[in-house]
């Protein structure tokens, strides 16, 4: 059957001229007016110098920091010391800057959050040492601290799950916060080699500082031999939902459960890439095989949409066990989906 020479002159008069930025539909024609010039050219991803999410970069000092003017704080955290199995999560914020194409644009939750947030990559944790692992937690807090000081909301790129740790007790000061916590392992585990700060204990160690709620928390995708370390998790109260119960209660169940839990409070997302099956993030220190596709871990962040998220991280990437570049990528991406989520948090008044 042929076009129909009407409707083909029609298209014709519509989408015949003009560049890439002339868009009809109102809701994308707000999003390219951002993105395009008025010449019809936009930025190049292969060019320029890298960002967290093409984010515009704003040097940070670290004795006197101002943060004016910003939502949020996109941070890197390159520090890998808190690991028990594979180094080389210091390298994560490095690859992460350098993915290209992700954003600017979430067609599912419907917002362009570098555009219609004050949003910038601020650089760093400036750190005093790169061996000293307790004093490096120090530093975090310190410039997590300022972030949250200047009414900053704090998104972070690790670096191993130790991070979090200090992340928590910059974010949870003044009040304990909930948690949705993504991850294969629980990460509530004691102390063992001479100190309780490594990368499977930093939510015990939150919960007994009293900046997080054990009552508020759910931990999503855990697997692996290593579930005897994770009494901690039951003891407080946490609500723990196993990677082999995901296809028993389906996506929506457990969105479903994660709102129900962390309730209308402040609350903190934490994604660590090794939640992810190693077929699709290869690269990170502890893979665990029978985990989340990154099909499930959109479907499960996009169901969080209006929860009144103060801060996220995005931990464990280690690149160098992936030639390939997808676990950056699959990282990169979560880290916008996350952005996208604060983007409508109650504690981001726009």
């Known amino acids: 059957m042929a076009i129909d020479e009407d409707k083909l002159q029609q298209l014709r008069e519509k989408f015949g001229e003009g560049h890439g930025g002339s868009i009809h539909d ?23 110098i890298p960002t967290l999410l093409d984010a515009a970069y704003r040097q940070i000092d670290a004795e006197n920091p101002d943060l004016s003017d910003l939502d949020i704080a996109l941070i890197g955290v390159p520090m890998d010391l808190g690991v028990t199995n ?44 790169r061996y000293r692992l307790e004093l490096s937690h120090e530093d975090i807090e310190r410039r997590f601290g ?23 007790k910059a974010v949870g000061k003044e009040r304990p916060v909930g948690l949705i916590h993504i991850d294969a392992h629980c990460d509530t585990g004691g102390a063992y080699d001479l100190t309780k700060f490594h990368h499977g204990g930093p939510f015990r160690n939150a919960v007994l500082d009293g900046v997080l709620d054990p009552t508020r928390t759910i931990q999503i995708g855990i ?7 994770w009494e901690f998790s039951y003891e407080s109260g946490m609500t723990v939902i196993h990677a082999e119960d995901i296809s028993r209660m389906g996506i929506d169940a457990i969105i479903e459960k994660a709102r129900a ?12 890439v090794d ?3 190693p077929a699709f ?23 969080l949409k209006g929860i009144d998220f103060v801060g996220g991280d995005v931990v464990e990437v280690a690149p160098q066990y992936d030639a390939t570049t997808n676990t950056a990528h699959v990282a990169a991406q979560m880290l916008f989906e996350i952005l996208s989520l604060i983007r409508f948090s109650p504690s981001l008044a726009l």
Do not use: M, W
């Open 281 to 303: 993030a290869p690269g990170t220190g502890t893979p665990e095989i029978g985990g989340l596709t990154s099909r499930e871990a959109l479907a499960i962040l996009h169901g």
């Open 223 to 229: 697997r692996g031999a290593a579930e005897y370390l």
């Open 26 to 48: 109102p809701e994308f024609r707000a999003v390219a007016d951002r993105i395009f010039s008025a010449s019809g050219t936009r930025a190049a991803p292969f060019s320029g």
């Open 275 to 277: 939640s992810l099956d």
């Open 146 to 168: 300022q972030i949250v000081a200047a009414g900053v909301i704090p998104l972070a790129v690790g670096g191993d799950h130790s991070i979090t740790h200090p992340i928590l």
């Open 86 to 129: 594979r180094p080389g999560s210091r390298f994560g914020p490095r690859a992460l800057r350098a993915i290209e194409r992700v954003g600017p644009y979430n067609h599912v939750l419907k917002c362009a959050p570098t555009f219609e947030a004050k949003v910038a990559d601020i650089g760093d944790v400036p750190f005093r040492s």
């Open 261 to 272: 839990v962390v309730g209308d409070g402040p609350t903190y997302l934490s994604f660590d």
